[in-house]
DNA sequence: CGCCGCCATGTTTGCGTAAACATGAAGTCT
DNA sequence: AGACTTCATGTTTACGCAAACATGGCGGCG
């Protein structure tokens, strides 16, 4: 900066001036210093600017694994929108999913150059953490149990599965089985515990749970099995990936859907609509999800203070070729 | 840090030498300064830290969208990478894939607290943008040209389009068609070119090309189009969405895989091997080429030049049921 | 015509940290 | 025993920037 200074031949702080776009530098002497900002390269550095304002415009974003599209999409909502809003994102990956890595993952935060954080994932492990979360860091987190110490925005995820349900059941089924994620994942919890629910208030048997790990592969298996049980004519996958390996299964058992037994999903990713046949699916809006942590965080870090609670964004039922009525 | 100096009662840079692990401080006075440190709830400001040092131990990332499979898994393996080497990840998204949008990318990242950048995208809308790229960044880019101007890392595109090309007229099949990725994506260019070379080195026709933009719902169109000709026994498809969406239109034209037609993919997403039939296709192993970035870029930026030049990641083909010999 | 106030610009200062240098106490060697 | 080393710790300084305050020139007003 001095040596722009020096060249525009004007002092450092009206560099800094132009830098920042003040209003008080007159036209020819702003000329000069561009000039020579833009012939000696200058760049502002920003560790001095944040070192100066106390702020980083950076959120960071802890997550497990951006393997799954859920992760990814809401990932890529939250860098968008955050761009939008002057902020960077940086990643803070947890290695290994165990309260240690959520451990280790905190503790690097602490560290790091963010004002805020979003956290993208089960909150079983979050709880062990809290205690070493940085007192007075603005927290988001998504796909966590309503727990009111945080900001949670999270898909509906009730409504959701409550809606599959429920159109598997208009559709003429006697009741619906359920592929679930793993027990871990609140997210499948809820999904699971709405299936339920809504069976028990439609006074159907609640058939037995398969579980899978949200890949194609365990929905593969958890299908295998389901076509082996005559009185299986509906089942609701809990994301569209497990339903993939459902289709592969029944299809290998010569099931032919839907007209032996119909399939609804979870997500709508966007190869849901090409599967063999084209999925019914539960759409998630991971855009709106990821839209709705950064403006929190966001309001939060301004000290506009938006209390703990939940916003829970809608889902809607995405009607493809996988259902029909049950076989005659 | 004053205070934490104050409570323990020592200096300043007594703190700061515990803080980072400096030898010379007697194991009572640090433990007093730990404690102070705990007490008060201390955390080192890594602006200051940053302004002292120079540098950020951060690295930018730009790409123009997550929702390709291929890129978030890159990203994953980059930031998995990256934190094993004591970096963060920035992200630094193009909203618009335009020539303007990558320049203001590159103008945003000017301002941006990161000592290095990785870039994920297509180097068509680089070169433009290349004057403004601050000088004494280091730059990795992922999937671009072989320019010479850049260090490069990317998967042996050319030799896995072989791979898939060599095993379809291996199996029996007079030629291969392709279904191409968009033609902006150098991948898809090489991808493409790679299919034809290797079908004119063994002396075969070379069918009408067909191109998709990536998405499932684009291989979808053209496998209606490709079911239509009956001399089109093997397809090649630049990556496993597209293939899904062949894989989809065969069925409904009722040609079997792979009976009537056999299909190869590229990218061996996870999902590949549920699909129906369980798809052929390219390993990409996007792990390896996010390592290699990484060390390259770190490398790089500890001043250990490497040179400009091309890291090619191999691939293999990975044998799944989509494809078979030529029909009878 | 002179004083006041406004505005463009310059000067000083401090953000939190760690390197470089300074200090002083406890040993070590001749 | 005296000088010299070693080492733990303290003091000063600079990293790059921008807020706060200072300055000086100019126009407007009575």
Known sequence: MADVARRAGVSAQTVSRVS???????????????????????????????????QFRTIGVILFTLSSVGNSRTLEAIVDQAAEEGYAITLIPVAVPTRDGVLGA??????????????????????????????????????????????????DQVDGARQAVRHLLDLGHRTVWHVAGPEESFAAERRATAWRTEL???????????????SAESGYRAGLALAGEPDCTAVFAANDQMALGLLRAFHEKGK????????????????????????????????????????????????????????????????RASTAGPPA
Chains 1, 2 share one sequence.
């Open 20 to 54: 920042n776009g003040h209003p008080s530098v007159v036209g020819s002497t702003r000329e000069q210093v561009l000039a020579a900002m833009r012939e000696l390269g200058y760049r502002p550095n920003s560790a001095a600017r944040a070192l100066k304002y106390g």
């Open 106 to 155: 905190f503790t690097r935060l602490g560290e790091l150059a963010v004002d805020a954080v979003i956290v993208i994932m089960e909150i079983h492990l979050l709880d062990a953490a809290t205690v070493s979360l940085p007192a007075g860091v603005p927290v988001v987190v998504v796909d966590s149990d309503a727990d009111d110490r945080y900001t949670v925005v999270d898909t």
């Open 200 to 214: 028990e208030g439609a006074g159907r048997v609640v058939p037995p749970l398969s579980r899978g790990d949200w």
């Open 256 to 319: 032919v859907v839907p007209r032996d037994v119909s399939v609804v999903g979870f997500d709508d990713i966007p190869d849901s609509g090409s599967f063999v046949p084209p999925l019914t699916t539960v759409h998630q809006d991971f855009t709106e999800v990821g839209r709705r942590c950064v403006e929190r965080v966001v309001r939060q870090v301004r000290n506009e203070p938006v209390g703990p609670g939940t916003t829970l964004v809608p889902t809607r039922l995405v009607l």
